[in-house]
């Protein structure tokens, strides 16, 4: 049967409206998702800071109790290559929808178990270690989430818009940042220290079940990725692809982790290590400091689109490169300030940081994802991504608050800033600027990676 031109007519318009309804449908699931998911992550986070030290190490002092609480942090981290690799495995032979609804539902359950645990003072030393095995499970899901929210966007949508279409994950952080924060925020300002400490801080991690049913539904509702199905289709996907993206992309894999080193690192100085520095000055409560996180957080909403869109027109590596170089030159002011400014300094100091944070991660999700081939992407990409988080991201708070104890002074903190720009810029130089690169090609890389 051939078709008449009116017929084939209507045929194109049905596929482009079913199109850009499943562009909207994936863009939506992908920040979504990264929003429960760092919702979760930025609740461990703030009570990591003012809650976790007096509850699950209450026999430590404030430095010792601060540090434990920190290691916590940091095992999260250490587990989300691990994360990378398993669904990166799963989401390179099976798909991306499948995957990213295991990892929704990893991370809501650990973070709403978390709200319910008991402290040391109630069941001993078993309260630390479910801590840690609930963080450990938080980072594996992490770990799996974010290269298949970015590339679920990235890979439906206008190849000519990667920028704009992979930060809506992005986007997912600030908004969860905002929500996270902003309840500990609430809540701090509302309730008594006691009531918050005893069970305030317990709601938002039981809310996380709540957002989960919503992710849930959103993502149930997307199909697969053109890219991904049609490499279903040629039958192209790897049985080991893991191992062979590390085989044959370990280059871009190392220079992807070593770009997120002054995104990533100072990031969680800016949001979660201020909190415990800050406040130790008097004049300065929990509440302000939220407050001042939470703005920059809203802030960074409108610049990681601004931000990304910016680079599918000039470019990834210019962008991202200011950004990196911005965050090294407001290494030290940023703490003169923390340390002898007013309220109004500090205010200005946080969003700012943010700022230069923004200027990095909008691009990064299309910079990084762009640099592996369709049926090596979610692994590769994961894989870069994550690693990061085990030398930048993960000690961070850890290493800040061992090196004011050790030197005593916060520039030591700021020279730790300025290193990790330096890591970054030279990784950026190095990594192909592949804005304009037709990435449903894989010969393309294919033949780059001989």
Same mark, same amino acid.
Request: hydrophobic letters at 50%; charged letters at 15%; proline letters at 4%.
């Given at each position: 049967?051939?078709?008449?031109?009116?017929?084939?007519?209507?045929?194109?318009?049905?596929?482009?409206?079913?199109?850009?309804?499943? !562009? /909207?449908?994936?863009?939506?699931?992908?920040?979504? *998702?990264?929003?429960?998911?760092?919702?979760?992550?930025?609740?461990?986070?703030?009570?990591?800071?003012?809650?976790?030290?007096?509850?699950?190490?209450?026999?430590?002092? *404030?430095?010792? *109790?601060?540090?434990?609480?920190?290691?916590?942090?940091? !095992?999260?981290?250490?587990?989300? %290559?691990?994360?990378?690799?398993? +669904?990166?495995?799963?989401?390179?032979?099976?798909?991306? =929808?499948?995957?990213?609804?295991?990892? @929704?539902?990893?991370?809501?359950?650990?973070?709403?178990?978390?709200?319910?645990?008991?402290?040391?003072?109630?069941?001993?030393?078993?309260?630390?270690?479910?801590?840690?095995?609930?963080?450990?499970?938080?980072?594996?899901?992490?770990?799996?989430?974010?290269?298949?929210?970015?590339?679920?966007?990235?890979?439906?949508?206008?190849?000519?818009?990667?920028?704009?279409?992979?930060?809506?994950?992005?986007?997912?952080?600030?908004?969860?940042?905002?929500?996270?924060?902003?309840?500990?925020?609430?809540?701090?300002?509302?309730?008594?220290?006691?009531?918050?400490?005893?069970?305030?801080?317990?709601?938002?991690?039981?809310?996380?079940?709540?957002?989960?049913?919503?992710?849930?539904?959103?993502?149930?509702?997307?199909?697969?990725?053109?890219?991904?199905?049609?490499?279903?289709?040629?039958?192209?996907?790897? =049985?080991?692809?893991?191992?062979?993206?590390? /085989?044959?992309?370990? /280059?871009?894999?190392?220079?992807?982790?070593?770009?997120? +080193?002054?995104?990533?690192?100072?990031?969680?100085?800016?949001?979660? #290590?201020?909190?415990?520095?800050?406040?130790?000055?008097?004049?300065?409560?929990?509440?302000?400091?939220?407050?001042?996180?939470? !703005?920059?957080?809203?802030?960074?909403?409108?610049?990681?689109?601004?931000?990304?869109? @910016?680079?599918?027109?000039?470019?990834?590596?210019?962008? #991202?490169?200011?950004?990196?170089?911005?965050?090294?030159? &407001?290494? +030290?002011?940023?703490?003169?300030?923390?340390?002898?400014?007013?309220?109004?300094? &500090? +205010?200005?100091?946080?969003?700012?940081?943010?700022?230069?944070?923004?200027?990095? #991660?909008?691009?990064?999700?299309?910079?990084? *994802?762009?640099?592996?081939?369709?049926?090596?992407?979610?692994?590769?990409?994961?894989?870069?991504?994550?690693?990061?988080?085990?030398?930048?991201?993960?000690?961070? %708070?850890?290493?800040?608050?061992?090196?004011?104890?050790?030197?005593?002074? %916060?520039?030591?903190?700021?020279? #730790?800033?300025?290193?990790?720009?330096?890591?970054?810029?030279?990784?950026? &130089?190095?990594?192909?600027?592949?804005?304009?690169?037709?990435?449903?090609?894989?010969?393309?890389?294919?033949?780059?990676?001989?």
């Amino acid at each position: 049967m051939v078709l008449g031109d009116n017929e084939v007519s209507q045929s194109v318009e049905a596929s482009s409206l079913h199109r850009r309804i499943q !562009v /909207r449908r994936a863009a939506l699931a992908g920040s979504i *998702g990264t929003t429960i998911e760092w919702y979760d992550f930025f609740l461990y986070n703030t009570a990591a800071a003012l809650v976790f030290p007096h509850l699950f190490f209450p026999a430590s002092s *404030g430095y010792a *109790g601060a540090m434990q609480s920190f290691a916590t942090y940091a !095992v999260g981290f250490a587990a989300r %290559p691990v994360g990378a690799a398993i +669904f990166g495995h799963w989401g390179d032979r099976l798909g991306r =929808k499948a995957t990213l609804i295991v990892t @929704l539902l990893l991370m809501g359950l650990s973070s709403a178990v978390v709200g319910v645990l008991p402290g040391t003072d109630s069941i001993g030393f078993a309260a630390p270690l479910i801590l840690v095995l609930l963080r450990l499970v938080q980072g594996i899901a992490i770990g799996g989430e974010w290269s298949g929210s970015v590339l679920l966007a990235m890979e439906w949508g206008d190849q000519r818009k990667r920028g704009l279409l992979a930060s809506f994950a992005q986007v997912g952080v600030p908004v969860g940042l905002v929500l996270g924060t902003g309840g500990m925020t609430l809540l701090s300002a509302t309730l008594t220290t006691e009531q918050f400490d005893s069970w305030g801080w317990r709601i938002p991690f039981l809310l996380s079940l709540v957002l989960v049913i919503i992710g849930l539904v959103i993502r149930l509702r997307i199909l697969e990725t053109p890219m991904f199905a049609k490499v279903v289709a040629d039958k192209k996907t790897s =049985k080991a692809p893991v191992k062979d993206a590390v /085989r044959h992309h370990w /280059r871009e894999i190392l220079l992807s982790a070593g770009l997120r +080193f002054s995104e990533q690192m100072p990031f969680y100085l800016f949001t979660s #290590y201020v909190l415990v520095y800050v406040v130790e000055r008097p004049e300065f409560s929990k509440t302000f400091v939220l407050n001042a996180v939470l !703005v920059g957080a809203v802030a960074e909403l409108a610049l990681i689109p601004l931000f990304s869109q @910016l680079s599918d027109r000039v470019g990834r590596k210019r962008v #991202y490169l200011t950004g990196s170089v911005l965050t090294a030159v &407001i290494a +030290f002011p940023y703490f003169t300030i923390l340390s002898h400014g007013g309220h109004t300094l &500090i +205010f200005i100091a946080v969003i700012v940081s943010l700022a230069a944070h923004a200027m990095q #991660y909008g691009p990064q999700a299309a910079l990084i *994802g762009e640099s592996f081939p369709t049926h090596l992407r979610y692994g590769g990409a994961g894989l870069g991504y994550q690693l990061a988080s085990v030398f930048a991201g993960g000690p961070a %708070p850890l290493l800040a608050t061992w090196l004011l104890h050790l030197t005593g002074t %916060p520039y030591s903190v700021s020279i #730790y800033i300025v290193l990790s720009a330096v890591v970054t810029i030279l990784c950026v &130089i190095a990594l192909p600027d592949r804005s304009k690169a037709n990435i449903d090609d894989a010969s393309v890389y294919l033949r780059s990676a001989r």
